[in-house]
Nanobody, 119 residues
Framework: QVQLVESGGGSVQAGGSLRLSCVASGSISSINLMVWHRQPPGKQREMVASIMSGGTTNYADSVKGRFTISKDGTKNTWYLQMNDLKPEDTAVYYC?????????????WGQGTQVTVSS
């Protein structure tokens, strides 16, 4: 099993920055891919950024050039650095661990952290 705990959300003005953290514990070596998702109010959840165990990253077009996903293996922590925030970035942000195919459970989710960007 894997436990994920997010932190770092808050309220900022447009143009500001936040860094979200996702601390993982448990079967960390079985994590194949870590994904940050977000769910804006009244909308469906969407992928924001992902990073594979080997370091390959992927971003939604809406955040390219503004957000950076990274991992600190020494701390079992994944980060989402968010710069130049816009009101449309307002959402609950979740980290999602996608497990390797050999795992019995496909993935795990954190509890989410709220990000609010005011204009």
């Amino acid at each position: 099993q894997v436990q994920l705990v997010e932190s770092g959300g808050g309220s900022v003005q447009a143009g500001g920055s936040l860094r979200l953290s996702c601390v993982a514990s448990g079967s960390i070596s079985s994590i194949n891919l870590m994904v940050w998702h977000r769910q804006p109010p009244g909308k469906q959840r969407e992928m924001v950024a992902s990073i594979m165990s080997g370091g390959t990253t992927n971003y939604a077009d809406s955040v390219k050039g503004r957000f950076t996903i990274s991992k600190d293996g020494t701390k079992n922590t994944w980060y989402l650095q968010m710069n130049d925030l816009k009101p449309e970035d307002t959402a609950v942000y979740y980290c999602h661990a996608v497990m390797k195919p050999t795992s019995t459970i496909a993935g795990y989710w954190g509890q989410g952290t709220q990000v609010t960007v005011s204009s």
